[in-house]
Nanobody, 115 residues
């Protein structure tokens, strides 16, 4: 069974940076998009950034200009570079891989930004 392994979360001060990584335990075929979502306490899960198999990206308005999503096609991995972090970015960040038949979710990595 495919598992998505996330890493890179942690505690950082406001203004700092983190880089999240997500890679599958086995190669996934038929990927059409990969993305990062986040869920803060008491809030619904929301899209942070998404990149398609042709490289088209979209971002939540709140992270535009601060976060950058990228992917490694050979490893089927996806990354999220997060700069200028602020406390409102505190959440559990989940990786998602969309294929043409099924979607996969990672268990999440905690990002905490202190003021």
């Amino acid at each position: 069974q495919v598992q998505l392994v996330e890493s890179g979360g942690g505690l950082v001060q406001a203004g700092g940076s983190l880089r999240l990584s997500c890679a599958p335990s086995t190669l996934i075929f038929g990927i059409r998009a990969m993305g990062w979502y986040r869920q803060a306490p008491g809030k619904q899960r929301e899209l942070v950034a998404r990149i398609t198999n042709v490289g088209t990206t979209n971002y939540a308005d709140s992270v535009k200009g601060r976060f950058t999503i990228s992917r490694d096609n050979a490893k089927h991995a996806v990354y999220l570079q997060m700069n200028s972090l602020n406390p409102v970015d505190t959440a559990v960040y989940h990786c998602k891989v969309e294929t043409f038949s099924v979607d996969y979710w990672g268990q999440g990595t905690q990002v905490t930004v202190s003021s």
